[in-house]
């Protein structure tokens, strides 16, 4: 879930993005950020404050202009200065949901006890799509806990045709007899 600030940041790259038209750009330009950023090794060196804080933005800016270009450079500087290497994933995410907004598309996450195969994700997409009358990006999920079954999330609207709920509810239903 992203935070406030990652929203935020999200939102004034989005912007940009749209004025320029170069949505789909920048949304492969942040992932490389995120990638590059969010190594292990990067991450220890540009979170460190016994390094100085100018030669950790030059260090962001370099790991990433070679993939990102000059604007994926300057969006590292900034996010190393603001200390916001941890808000990445979240910058990534909320952009990905305004990019799918403003394109008509909704997000729908199906969470399986199994992996779902293509053939069926790609079913399912289709009826959503159909039933919404919104292209549909599907997340697949795996939570071995739900036991079979799947659990679909639409927005805020939740379908839960587990076989763990359905045990839940059985159980509950037995001890009320």
Known sequence: MATSGAKRYARAIFELAQEDGQVPAWARR???VRDALTRPEARTV????????RRREDLAG???EDRAGPQGRNLARLLVAAGRLDDLDGIV???GRLADEAAGRVRATVTTAVPLGDGDAQQLTSQ????LGREVRLDRLVDPQIVGGLVLRVGDRVMDASVA???R????QLANV
């Open 165 to 167: 709920t359905r045990l």
């Open 128 to 131: 959503l799509s159909q039933q």
């Open 30 to 32: 942040l992932a490389m």
């Open 169 to 172: 509810q059985l159980r509950r």
């Open 93 to 95: 995410e909320e952009y």
């Open 46 to 53: 540009l979170s460190n404050p016994s390094i100085a804080a």
């Open 62 to 64: 370099a790991l990433v």
